[in-house]
Nanobody
């Protein structure tokens, strides 16, 4: 069983930045695709970004140019840099470690964008 733990959420003003971290307890972290999702109140969970084992990345249109996903395999950690935040980015952000047959979710970290 892989444990996935997110951190770094908080309250930020519009236009501000945050960096979310996602640590996974596995010795084979490098083969996992790491993904960030978010879920706003009353809405479905949506994919924000993912990064493959080969470091290919993909982003939702709503965050392109503002968010950046990265990974540090030596630290078993993935990151999501959130810049130019908007109130509509307010949500619980979840990390998923995925290697096809097996996928593991974290408990989420709250991001609130408000003045």
């Amino acid at each position: 069983q892989v444990q996935v733990v997110e951190s770094g959420g908080g309250l930020v003003q519009p236009g501000g930045s945050l960096r979310l971290s996602c640590a996974a307890s596995t010795s084979i972290f490098s083969i996992y695709t790491m993904a960030w999702y978010r879920q706003a109140p009353g809405k479905q969970r949506e994919l924000v970004a993912y990064i493959t084992s080969g470091r290919s990345t993909n982003y939702a249109d709503s965050v392109k140019g503002r968010f950046t996903i990265s990974r540090d395999n030596a630290k078993n950690t993935a990151y999501l840099q959130l810049n130019s935040l908007k109130p509509e980015d307010t949500a619980v952000y979840y990390c998923k470690a995925d290697r096809g047959t097996f996928a593991y979710w974290g408990q989420g970290t709250q991001v609130t964008v408000s003045s």
